[in-house]
């Protein structure tokens, strides 16, 4: 019974601020005003990169386009005192270390979604699904929202590399 009790807590606790979050994020895409935007172009694709603010936050959009290898799009949500959310959704290239096979897939379809209490504690949700030569991504995107998320805790680690991510994107707009 006390360790059934300790689970319930620890549930419940970590729903409050992933619901907290999840209402921020809605909030913001809402509510946030256009402040500035750019244009990354090169040989192979483009990268467009907006800044929204509210009062106390800020959410940078990233969208990747790269033939239909890379049809990405990614946002990032912060306060001043922390880098709180990222999601991200779209098609993503697979790079194989070897060669690539003709029945391999080409890239992926994913949902991502990434929120943070703290800089040690997150949580990611992730689904995807291989893309092929052939593939009916529509069929696909339909298939994708039908499928449960895979969640997985993270840690410090996984908040750096997500800052990270995030301080390449905002030094594009520069």
Do not use: C
Request: aromatic letters at 10%; a positive charge; hydrophobic letters at 30%.
């Amino acid at each position: 019974m006390k360790y059934l009790v300790m689970i319930s807590m620890f549930l419940f606790v970590q729903s409050d601020w992933t619901e907290n979050v999840k209402k921020d994020v809605k909030r913001i895409n809402a509510e946030g005003k256009l402040e500035a935007e750019s244009e990354k172009k090169d040989n192979d694709g483009v990268i467009k990169v907006k800044k929204y603010k509210t009062k106390n936050e800020t959410r940078v959009n990233a969208k990747f386009l790269y033939s239909k290898f890379i049809d990405l799009d990614t946002n990032y949500y912060e306060n001043e005192k922390l880098l709180f959310a990222e999601t991200a959704s779209g098609i993503d290239v697979i790079i194989y270390k070897g060669e690539k096979k003709k029945e391999d897939p080409y890239a992926v379809l994913v949902e991502k979604i990434t929120y943070f209490n703290n800089e040690n504690e997150g949580i990611r949700k992730t689904r995807k699904l291989d893309i092929y030569e052939n593939s009916d991504l529509k069929k696909l995107k339909s298939d994708l929202k039908k499928m449960d998320f895979k969640i997985e805790k993270l840690d410090h680690t996984e908040y750096k590399n997500v800052k990270e991510n995030y301080e390449r994107i905002k030094a594009i707009k520069k």
